[in-house]
């Protein structure tokens, strides 16, 4: 038979169950600026994405169990093409085929850019590159994304903005008897040091082993520019209480101190769209990419289901360590706070961009 009281139908009479208690703590990169207590100028280079916050006072403390990243926002200043990854490795070939003859490195201003202003300034580094021009003789390099060129409008009309949902570059040269080759960072043909990253795999273009050596035309496949397709929000303290351990499929995986992981990418699937505008002589004077990461901006996300971290009920958490690292686990690419130009009397102000994280801790 059973009872009428709603409180004995939930096995424990006249108790009632609540949701265990919680916590915030806020972290703001910018508390990690340091100061001249005198003149009041900012001082130090501290990098947004490696974040050290000792206050010599306890940031949350009583009764907890748990804790997790609930919320992150990142006002995005990583420039797609900076010191990680600024360059690409062009191989010379001569008429003989398959003959290698040298290497050359070329390196893009670092920016934000949209997929067509890279194959528009890559184009012209190509064309005008003294080493390039007197290998192959007389030649012209042409770029072009989704069909459209980064150069001279000779697909498009006049003065119109033209539209392409197609990201692949199309790098062509227009020489007889040269050929050339986009060769890996990590390589060592022709004696150049090699390096962790470049801007081929954003490109779509990644070197890849094929039955030609060297060619006329490389066509790429998706092009994403992004310099980092995911953020890791990593911490060694928070983590330390941390039982099991954190998996990737990643040689080496992510150890044991990730927070969580932010896609730069939208929940609902989103068609590319990707502008390039010519002016009235069918010239490229400017350009559109929705690709997340090709321009300043600002990146929000709430865990609704956050991992959980465990904690021992008797410590407190008394200071933070907080990095953000990119997909080649590097502290997201931020410039030097200040950089000064003496010959054109001119500074840079820079690092500015700020990171905001929300902690939660559990009693139970």
């Not at 947004?48 to 995005?76: C, D, H, W």
């Not at 470049?198 to 273009?205: E, Q, R, W």
């Not at 044991?256 to 990418?265: K, N, P, Q, W």
């Amino acid at each position: 038979m059973f009872s009428s009281d709603p409180s004995s139908q939930q096995g424990n009479r006249g108790v009632t169950t609540r949701p265990p208690a919680v916590a915030l703590a806020v972290i703001d990169s910018s508390d990690g600026e340091q100061y001249d207590k005198v003149t009041g100028f900012r001082i130090g280079s501290s990098n947004p994405a490696r974040v050290y916050i000792n206050n010599q006072e306890a940031i949350l403390f009583g009764y907890m169990t748990r804790i997790s990243l609930t919320e992150i926002a990142i006002q995005y200043g990583a420039q797609n093409v900076n010191d990680y990854n600024s360059t690409i490795t062009i191989g010379c070939f001569t008429p003989i085929a398959g003959v290698f003859v040298k290497a050359i490195r070329l390196t893009i201003p670092f920016g934000f850019y949209t997929g067509p202003r890279l194959g528009n300034v890559l184009g012209n580094l190509l064309n005008t590159n003294a080493e390039m021009v007197d290998f192959f003789g007389p030649n012209t390099f042409s770029v072009d994304i989704g069909g459209l060129s980064c150069g001279t409008g000779l697909a498009g009309v006049a003065g119109l903005t033209l539209t392409t949902n197609n990201s692949g570059f199309i790098i062509q040269t227009s020489s007889d008897i040269g050929r050339f080759s986009i060769l890996p960072y990590n390589g060592s043909l022709g004696g150049l040091p090699k390096l962790t990253d470049d801007i081929t795999n954003m490109m779509g273009i990644t070197p890849t082993v094929t039955s030609l050596t060297s060619y006329k035309i490389v066509e790429g496949g998706y092009s994403s520019m992004q310099y980092t397709s995911f953020i890791d929000v990593t911490s060694t303290q928070l983590t330390r209480n941390q039982v099991i351990r954190d998996g990737s499929s990643k040689k080496g995986g992510v150890g044991s101190s990730l927070l969580a992981r932010v896609y730069m990418d939208n929940e609902d699937f989103r068609a590319r769209v990707i502008t390039i505008t010519y002016d009235d002589e069918s010239k490229f004077i400017g350009s559109t990419d929705n690709a997340i990461g090709t321009t300043e901006g600002t990146l929000r996300r709430e865990f609704a289901y956050p991992k959980q971290i465990q904690w021992n009920n008797t410590e407190n958490i008394d200071f933070v360590d907080i990095q953000v690292l990119d997909s080649k686990g590097r502290p997201l690419f931020y410039s030097p706070s200040a950089t000064a130009f003496p010959d054109e009397l001119s500074v840079l102000i820079d690092n500015t961009a700020d990171i905001y994280i929300t902690i939660q801790a559990t009693e139970n």
